[in-house]
């Protein structure tokens, strides 16, 4: 496993305080399961502009962001994203 070192605002040092102490976990449990969140979210983001933009197909837009297709078609609705195009719908409709 890797170590990372990074400097923080002061401010977000005592936000992390603050989380480990409600949270009851140790500093680098903390810093790991906060960084994957933040990765999880930035991940799931990227999929659903590719997939806005037609650069990816469905099916490949929920393989980016590691959801299922189900949950994909969930998180598409709640930012308004059409994603059912005459383009990419024979590749998904394939991938299904």
């Known amino acids: 496993m890797g170590s990372i070192s990074a400097r923080v605002?002061?401010?977000l040092e005592e936000e992390l305080e603050r989380f480990i102490d409600e949270e009851r976990l140790d500093t680098s449990t903390?810093?790991?399961k906060l960084l994957s969140e933040g990765l999880e979210?930035?991940?799931?983001?990227?999929?659903l502009e590719r997939l806005e933009r037609g650069e990816v197909t469905?099916?490949?837009?929920?393989?980016?962001?590691?959801v299922?297709?189900?949950e994909l078609a969930r998180l598409?609705?709640?930012q308004d994203i059409t994603w059912i195009g005459?383009?990419?719908?024979e590749s998904d409709l394939d991938d299904l």
């Open 9 to 11: 605002p002061d401010d």
């Open 30 to 32: 903390a810093i790991r």
């Open 41 to 47: 979210e930035w991940r799931t983001e990227q999929a």
């Open 58 to 66: 469905f099916s490949k837009a929920a393989e980016l962001a590691g």
């Open 68 to 70: 299922d297709t189900w």
């Open 76 to 78: 598409a609705r709640e």
């Open 86 to 89: 005459d383009d990419h719908l």
